[in-house]
């Protein structure tokens, strides 16, 4: 609006704007708009590597409890005397252990069991007889070690023996051995599921330990 000053020229008075204009809001939210994704993209990211990160320990863990008792019960055979190993299918191991509990000896077998279409697992028992379905309670829980699960989401499972000459090379994978088994080798393939995959649709991460077989 226009007034009136004291030396009677005309002057303009403005009114403080006090609200943003259309174009301004429009801005302001395409800004919004482009800052939040980026910080949804950042944390996308980060939540996908601790998935993975996880998923990994996961694999670790796994495969490690399984190693860990393979490694004790072969760690149980006997030096000398009737020493059973037989491989059948590549996949399932079957030898002849010291008892925990100072008894007789037992049989411990490892085999591949398949879970579905994608998945096996391994399973460990311990009978008293070799070939037998009776389970052996070596633990003292009141439940005989037939079917012990030692490792989920397998992929695959193999076991080898090693009797003579270059360790990197002469392996079988079926038989019967005695005495003259200087190692076992066992390999696992694990799912290496990662996220926004499905599972089994990538290849799996391969483990392989070998044991050497104490001979007299």
């Known amino acids: 609006m226009r007034g009136q000053s004291k030396n009677g020229f005309s002057r303009t008075v403005r009114s403080a704007r006090g609200a943003f204009t259309f174009i301004e809001l429009i801005v302001a939210v395409a800004l ?16 996908d590597l601790t998935r993975l990160s996880e998923e990994r320990v996961y694999v670790m863990l796994e495969v ?8 004790d019960d072969l760690g149980r055979v006997p030096y ?9 299918g590549g996949n ?11 008894g007789e000896d037992v049989y411990i077998r490892y085999r591949l069991v398949s879970v579905d279409s994608t998945y096996s697992k391994i399973v460990r028992g311990v009978f008293e007889e070799e070939g037998c379905t009776t389970g052996v309670d070596e633990d003292g829980d009141g439940s005989s070690e037939t079917g012990m699960v030692v490792a989920r989401r397998v992929r695959s499972f193999s076991v080898r023996f090693h009797k003579s000459g270059d360790i990197n090379g ?3 994978s079926s038989g019967e051995q005695g ?5 076992v080798k066992f390999v696992i393939g694990l799912d290496s599921t ?3 995959t499905t599972a089994g649709s990538k290849p799996a991460e391969v483990f392989t330990l070998i044991i050497p077989v104490m001979s007299a």
């Open 179 to 183: 005495t003259s088994t200087r190692a």
């Open 32 to 47: 919004s708009i482009v800052l939040l994704r980026g910080l949804y993209t950042i944390f996308d990211a980060a939540t």
């Open 170 to 172: 002469s392996w079988s």
């Open 64 to 71: 490690s409890a399984a190693f860990d008792y393979m490694a």
């Open 80 to 88: 000398s005397g009737d020493r059973v190993f037989k491989v059948s």
């Open 92 to 102: 399932t191991l079957v030898f002849r252990a010291l008892s925990k509990t100072g």
């Open 194 to 196: 990662t996220p926004g």
